[in-house]
């Protein structure tokens, strides 16, 4: 499997042995991080799967009443009820941090102190169907950015999970069984040197012997 | 300091406008206008894009480069004509990509 060619100097021993204790204290806390963010994704993402529930029944049921009240009067007076908006909602964003993972934290603010105070038109001209669509829209905004929040989360936590637990798999089943056998390899090679290191003397011991005594074994 | 946007066709968002959030209407939910706009809006310091299922069918690509960027976040919501359940989907997507399979809401 180990693919590239590892010199088998003592030097090169050690830098691998090195290499393979990062590897596996990486590895452990790689695993650790991946365990941990695991964990809290999923009550996150149980969390979203409820307010998406919850919004989307909101947002439907808000929607025909907002189909009734467009039934009950002119496009023109609809329009221009809604032309020039009362309430206005902003967002003071920072920012959370799990497991160096920056999720998103909304907080909102609405222009107009009174949360109530959406109706930007005068109720002369306008159907009760709309006050009651507006209404309901409202009363689910609270829920919708909770689901932002939330949902931005689940994602960036998914790619970061995804992410974390391909390092995890190429440190177990890459990396370290090649540098173990890149260490194997070279400790096998430095002991035949060694060997045959051993062999040569002996040999040329006896020979040497030979040549100055006609000693022979 | 964030704002919030709506898109999708004028009739599923117009109602957003009275409690405070910007309005995009997006004409007979065009792919190039929406693209379009939902660059601007990504540009210009809106935090949140709710964007209706309808449109976000045509705009898929454009979305999920956004996916893995810390803003913004796109929402989809149900537009008028009802619920295509591509919010849903959404969400099980973000389980398949952590787990590796849907294991909580495939029942």
Redesign the interface.
Known sequence: MSGAHVNPTRMELTRLKKKLVTAMKGHRLLKDKRDEL?RQ??DL??E??DL??K??KG??S??AE??LA?AGMSEQT??TA?LV?????????S?RNVMSV?L?V?KYR??TADQND???YGFAYTSSDLDG??QS??DI?PD??R???V??S??????E??KTRRRVNALEHVIIPETREGIRYITMKLDENERSTQVRLMKVKDMMLQEAHHYQE | ????AVMGDY??I????????STFPIRDNSAEEGAKILRNLAGNGF??I?ITEELAAVLAGEISRY??M??P?I?L????R??TGE??S??KK??E???GSDI??SG
């Not at chain 2, 117009?14 to 959030?21: D, S, T």
């Open positions: 695991m994704f999923l993402v149980r979203d799967m998406r529930v919004v989307e947002i439907r808000a929607n907002f189909v467009k609809l329009r809604m908006p009362k309430q206005e909602v902003t967002l003071e964003e920012t920056s998103p909304f609405t222009r959406i109706f930007s669509a507006v829209l409202s905004l919708m950015l689901l932002a929040e949902e931005k689940c994602q960036l936590m998914a790619s999970i995804e | 300091m964030v704002k919030i009739d599923s117009y109602g957003f406008a009275a409690i405070g959030l935090g949140v709710y996916r893995s810390t803003a976040a929402i919501i149900p537009g008028v009802g619920n919010g849903v959404s969400v973000s389980v990509q952590a787990v909580l809401f």
